[in-house]
């Protein structure tokens, strides 16, 4: 699929860039001190959203803003690449032969090995937060006009859980606003089900923009 040079920007991510530059501040929470939000899409629009994001991004820029983008597969990918050549090949050569035997047992082997790395305060929270507080930290005068977006969520399927990383980010992003991109299905006014297949979890914070 060829992405346009330049995508619209459809609802709802039109709604998200009015409320980012709003001429109060940052408009994405109903909630003070809370400056998170999800823009929540299809999974099957990952590469259309990719699109969107660019254009957000341009527009935002171009109104003075400064774009974080945050790729949680890179982020991942970096923590096991650390690891090392021989954890990789025995984790590897275990999932084949557990896979064999069952899917769902590779997938717990897996979970087992991944979410130490993925979950928790010094999960992806960790690294995220990193990235945030070093920008801030760099450029503290823009820092009250950069924004945060998250995505990549739908390659660490089923791993991540996309509520308990906001939780643990919340309190480390140097005030920098954070806007999740959210593959999945809305199922109630908070809940959410990631990628539409795993359980609504109805533990959410931020608003939503769908």
């Known amino acids: 699929m060829t992405l346009p040079l330049f995508t619209p920007l459809p609802e ?10 709003h001429k109060d501040g940052p408009q994405i929470s109903t909630m003070r001190n809370y400056r998170f939000a999800i823009a929540l ?20 820029m171009r109104d003075g803003w400064v774009v974080l983008t945050i ?3 890179k982020l991942l990918l970096d923590r096991i690449r650390a690891l090392g050549d021989t954890w990789i090949r025995r984790v590897t050569e275990m999932e084949r032969a557990t896979s064999g035997q069952s899917h769902e047992r590779a997938i717990t082997y897996l979970q087992g090995k991944l979410a130490p790395m993925i979950e928790g305060p010094d999960g992806l929270a960790a690294d995220c937060s990193r990235i945030l507080r070093e920008h801030a ?5 823009r ?12 390659a660490l399927f089923p791993f991540l ?11 480390r992003t140097a005030g920098i606003p954070v806007v999740l991109l959210y593959p999945g299905k809305r199922t109630g006014p908070t809940s959410l089900s990631y990628m539409g297949v795993l359980p609504a979890n109805s533990d959410y914070r931020p608003r939503i923009y769908a």
């Open 12 to 21: 709802p991510f039109a709604s998200l860039r009015n409320d980012l530059v």
């Open 41 to 60: 899409y299809p999974p099957e629009d990952e590469l259309r959203v990719r699109g969107y994001v660019q254009t957000l991004s341009r527009e935002l």
């Open 71 to 73: 790729d949680l597969y």
């Open 137 to 141: 930290e760099h450029d503290p005068e």
């Open 143 to 154: 820092a009250s006009r950069t924004v945060a977006l998250i995505g990549r969520a739908g």
């Open 161 to 171: 859980s996309s509520s308990a990383l906001l939780r643990y980010l919340d309190g």
